[in-house]
DNA sequence: TCCCTTTGTTGTCACACTGACGATAAAGCG
DNA sequence: CGCTTTATCGTCAGTGTGACAACAAAGGGA
């Protein structure tokens, strides 16, 4: 609909600003029944190996969903599956001490899948979990507090403690009212596979018998295969896909969908939500 | 906590794109009990004599909320009242003809507020009931079908018909969980007041007396105080103002504030949600 | 002055959803 | 074959909700 030539100067009013931008990533999944954030450590200053959110600069003629699954890609040597969508844009000022820069940040939710290589100015992306990196931001109070700390207090390059806590928000408020959760598991999945998502991410013990007439219950979540677990510990359990979203659009309610952002495949709003405990 | 200087070529990697950055407000009120939003006549090309969102680049040296405050009081004349949150990042591909370029849209949640002058690059500014803006994106229905349409099909410049509606829905959203709705009314208020603001944004009629007893029901919403309204017709209403946000962080819950953005005046959390009809 | 209209506020009631928890079903394992 | 483990169905009281009756408090006109 429109060229992609570079910006010339006689487009811009004399003033106006020229900013670099980046893109970062808040990847989340469940791991052991906890959330993880994919974090790379720094190998370039300034915040030289510390650790920090994967990303980088937009490339010309690039649109923004593409920079982050490129961004992804280099800094783990896969091709990151899942669920991306915008998160918020920060900046330009007070964030990199180089000067202004602008950081479009994005959240991918996604089932675990493994990191392959170190990627050029990165040395090395890896799984960490997100309670510890969040102790003072107002989390959540965690399940249990471990008598043997582990990497606890560790902080991360730029802004990124303040990116990744408001990922997190994004997630945990998300899990609410939209059927995103399946959007961490596997293409089948048990209820008990989402309510582990669901316990992970809120951080909280959620009952499985009210868990399961809820989710079940919500029309436009959850489809069943008809086929079964075997082999595991107990009785098997039913096991589910996510539900297609709706052909046309919904008449009175939102979509909660990103054009922009890459074909979403775990979309669709919850009806009746699924509200986190202790309100 | 660092220095504001120009961003250096050598800072960013070859191949990196420095881009034009532009703020965009979707500025909403309710006025004769409609949604309405601010805009302006575009008096330079693209899209010269076409209606937009108020808005424009973003200066060196200047933070994101602080050019959207900017940019309203010059296409106004005002300053402005009102919440102001940061709504989604458009761009940078297929929005403008002359080139890429990235728009930080936001959100402005205010009182009716008078427009003063046109701007040097813009025709005026106006409010516009957003009903007719919105006729095919998934917009409600509309409370009733007038005959004699007015502008209905009149498009907005670059992507702001998009824009428009995702802040439109924002602000739907938004009313749901959080004390928002107060931003749309003076300082001191009625409980119709309230409730017309939520029939207008929802575009639905709600019952007075259920509302009645949400809103005063729900906490940390309203604080009555003590006075009440006179010389109108029907019995006098009880006044009301938004209830301090509270001191600390609530543990579980998330605060709902943006801190890059305008210290906000009407923040926090609405417990239980008042929720849209028709699920 | 006395209705009457208008608008705000309190109450009532049936229904749906929720959390807590008992009971049952269906596997593997000794 | 009981025992453990996990999944699933039922029950029941508490709570929020929509529909609607009833009452309260002003102004306006005959």
Chains 1, 2 share one sequence.
């Not at 939710?109 to 003072?136: K, N, Y």
């Not at 059927?179 to 598991?185: E, M, P, S, T």
Request: proline fraction near 11%.
């Amino acid at each position: 609909m429109t060229t992609n030539r570079e910006p010339r100067p006689g487009d811009v009013p004399p003033g106006a600003a020229l900013l670099p931008v980046t893109v970062d990533v808040v990847a989340l999944t469940v791991r052991d029944d906890a959330l993880h954030v994919l974090l790379v450590e720094r190998g370039v200053e300034p915040f030289r190996g510390a650790l920090a959110l994967p990303g980088g600069f937009v490339l010309p003629d690039e649109r923004l969903g593409e920079a982050a699954r490129r961004e992804l890609a280099e800094e783990t040597g896969v091709r990151t599956p899942g669920h991306l969508e915008q998160l918020r844009t920060y900046g330009p000022l007070g964030r990199d001490p180089r000067g202004p820069v602008l950081s479009v940040a994005h959240l991918l939710l996604a089932p675990e899948f493994g990191v392959v290589h170190a990627g050029s100015d990165a040395g090395g992306a890896a799984w960490h979990p997100v309670e510890h990196l969040l102790r003072d931001a107002a989390g959540h109070p965690g399940p249990d507090e471990r008598t043997g700390a582990t990497v606890a207090g560790r902080r991360l390059a730029f802004d990124h403690e303040r990116i990744l806590a408001d990922g997190v928000e994004r997630a945990r408020a998300k899990l609410e009212y939209s059927a995103l959760a399946a959007a961490f598991c596997a293409p089948e999945f048990t209820i008990a596979d989402l309510r582990r998502v669901y316990e992970a991410v809120w951080g909280v013990r959620l009952d499985p018998r009210n868990f399961s007439r809820k989710a079940t219950g919500a029309v436009g979540f959850l489809e069943p295969t008809g086929a079964t677990t075997s082999g595991g510990t107990g009785r098997p359990a039913a096991l589910y896909r996510a539900a297609r979203p709706v052909p046309g659009p919904v008449p009175g309610r939102p979509h909660g969908q990103d054009p922009d952002d890459a074909p979403a495949s775990v979309p669709a709003v919850l009806d009746p939500p699924l509200m986190r405990p202790s309100r």
